[in-house]
């Protein structure tokens, strides 16, 4: 039997209400994909162009297809290997994607998340749950129900508690329209893991594709300090120049890297799947913390890739 707090969640869905949504990436705000009205609210409350495509969260493979004109081929076997997880799918939209949902494209973006509480409230639902990201659009996501709280409030009807998100960073989005697939955002599957389903090599999306997606602006997921990327050769030297101007420096580096006196640190675990799971957090603490970021990236390599992303477009400045 559903928990109280789960039904009063539908009950929100239904009755055209924002929730948060913990799922395995970050946390979403959550509503129901088929009321346009509800929808439309999202993008109020994030501050999100209305032009921007929404995440449409579903159930199933079966709940998918009801939202999608084919899953087609490389589709399909995308879904049988990474349903439930942080794998979104763009496909042709069948007429149950409305506009609001789809930012006028004829695609739509599918997900079905790894989350037992996502899939309970999905299952319970029986519909589609438009949810991007439950933040300030353009802003640092967030991994946990406080971070939701903390940003948005009382602007969300309920919230969720998940405890904290286990992959950190968004899902991949693949465009599966075209042959070979379009690589278009790298998240909480590796590239390689998704070549290697396919037998091919992905293409590589540039912002000239004719598909919008979440998290394809140059600009995105930035803290309000300034945000810099070092290596580790030059985190020191570079902490050092910094302070001595007077800034708050925070460096978010692996455990062991050598700092000046008075610089700040939050340590990432040393492999790419663990740095990507506190990426986020970090990020806000560091706000918290000091006024500059020195962050050292991982290798590029399996998770290494999506977070490097997340942190080169959050060290930019529109």
Not at 66 to 79: D, F, S
Not at 100 to 118: I, S
Not at 269 to 284: I, K, N, S
């Amino acid at each position: 039997m559903a928990s109280p707090e789960l039904i009063a969640a539908v009950d929100v869905l239904r009755a055209g209400g924002l929730i948060g949504l913990p799922t395995e990436t970050v946390y979403g705000l959550g509503a129901d994909a088929s009321n346009d009205l509800a929808v439309r609210r999202i993008f109020a409350v994030k501050g999100r162009p209305s032009t921007h495509p929404l995440i449409v969260h579903v159930a199933s493979v079966e709940h998918a297809r009801q939202w999608a004109l084919e899953l087609t081929e490389a589709g399909e076997k995308l879904a049988r290997a990474f349903w439930p997880g942080p794998l979104t799918l763009i496909v042709k939209r069948s007429e149950r994607a409305s506009d609001a949902v789809t930012g006028g494209q004829d695609t739509v973006g599918l997900r079905v998340p790894a989350h037992p509480l996502a899939l309970e409230l999905l299952q319970l639902f029986g519909g589609g749950v438009a949810a991007p990201s439950a933040n300030r659009f353009g802003k640092v996501s967030p991994t946990s129900a406080a971070h939701v709280r903390s940003e948005l409030g009382e602007e969300v009807d309920l919230i969720l508690e998940g405890g904290s998100s286990t992959v950190g960073v968004e899902s991949t989005i693949i465009d599966v329209t075209h042959s070979p697939a379009r690589l278009l955002r790298p998240g909480g599957v590796s590239r390689e893991q998704i070549e290697a389903v396919l037998g091919q090599p992905l293409v590589l999306a540039t912002h000239a594709t004719d598909v919008r997606a979440p998290g394809m602006l140059e600009s995105h997921y930035a803290p309000r300090a300034g945000l810099w990327l070092v290596s580790a050769a030059e985190v020191f030297e570079e902490a050092a120049r910094r302070q001595a101007t007077g800034a708050r420096v925070v460096v978010i580096a692996p455990e062991g890297t050598a700092l000046p006196e008075g610089v700040a640190s939050l340590i990432v675990p040393p492999d790419e799947a663990g740095f990507a799971r506190v990426l986020y957090a970090h990020l806000r603490a560091a706000d918290a913390l000091g006024d500059l970021i020195l962050a050292v990236p991982p290798a590029e390599s399996g998770l290494g890739f999506a977070v490097r992303d997340r942190l080169q477009r959050a060290s930019k400045r529109d």
